[in-house]
């Protein structure tokens, strides 16, 4: 079974720009959780899809939107790009919402904004 | 608001060597425990789940074990390699069942 893809790997953008995230799950996952991870705060939760609805969401700005689509497979947007948002975007995929599920991770987007 | 804190945040130890790392949580109402590594750059690498129920997981080397009273996790590596080498980061499912809460990790490094 393939596991967790993210696209592009690497991203370089510069301040105001917006950039769109892509996440795959493993076949047959349903839920898609996205993470931020940087030196100075580790990995904060920002949120998560189950059957194309958002679930649960982080303490981001507004600035921070995601999707999922049918086939499951989710988007992440951030817009208006701030140099506080360079970090390694990681998202996890797990059979369903909520409680007991193992989650996988994905190899994560670097972004560097300049 | 739940918080887990990870002790020590860097172990560096001679090849061979029985570790445990340390994990501890606020709040004791959590529906499971994961235990993941992270090599530099790369995405986290699932190493055992332990439920809310369990008391501890196994997988080859690794043992997790889970004190949900104390809010308190450990996760044993058997007999180090230098492969093991990496962050090891533990991550706490609880009321807000869709979102986890990580610790900052514990860097560990095995010298040969």
């Known amino acids: 079974k393939a596991g967790v893809t993210q696209t592009p790997r690497y991203l370089i953008k510069t301040r105001g720009q917006q950039v769109t995230l892509s996440c795959s799950p493993i076949s047959g996952h349903r839920s898609v959780s996205w993470y931020q991870q940087t030196p100075g705060q580790g990995l904060q939760f920002l949120f998560e899809?189950?059957?194309?609805?958002?679930?649960n969401k982080g303490n981001f700005p507004g600035r921070f939107s995601g999707r999922q689509f049918s086939n499951s497979r989710s988007e992440m947007n951030v817009s208006t790009l701030e140099l506080g948002d360079s970090a390694l975007y990681l998202c996890?995929?797990?059979?369903?919402?909520?409680?007991?599920?193992?989650?996988?991770f994905g190899p994560g987007t670097r972004l560097t904004v300049l | 608001k739940q918080e887990v804190t990870q002790i020590p945040a860097a172990l560096s130890v001679p090849e061979g060597e029985n570790l445990v790392l340390n994990c501890s949580f606020t709040d004791s109402a959590i529906y499971n425990l994961q235990w993941f590594r992270q090599d530099p750059g790369k995405g986290l690498t699932s190493l055992l789940l332990i439920q809310s129920s369990q008391r501890e997981q196994t997988s080859g080397r690794l043992n997790a074990s889970l004190d949900k009273s104390s809010g308190r996790s450990t996760l044993y590596i058997a007999a180090s390699q230098p492969g093991d080498s990496a962050t090891y980061l533990c991550a706490v499912k609880g009321g807000n069942a869709g979102k986890s809460t990580f610790g900052d990790g514990t860097t560990l490094t095995v010298k040969p």
């Open positions: 996890a995929s797990s059979s369903a919402s909520g409680t007991y599920n193992e989650q996988f």
């Open positions: 899809y189950f059957s194309e609805t958002q679930r």
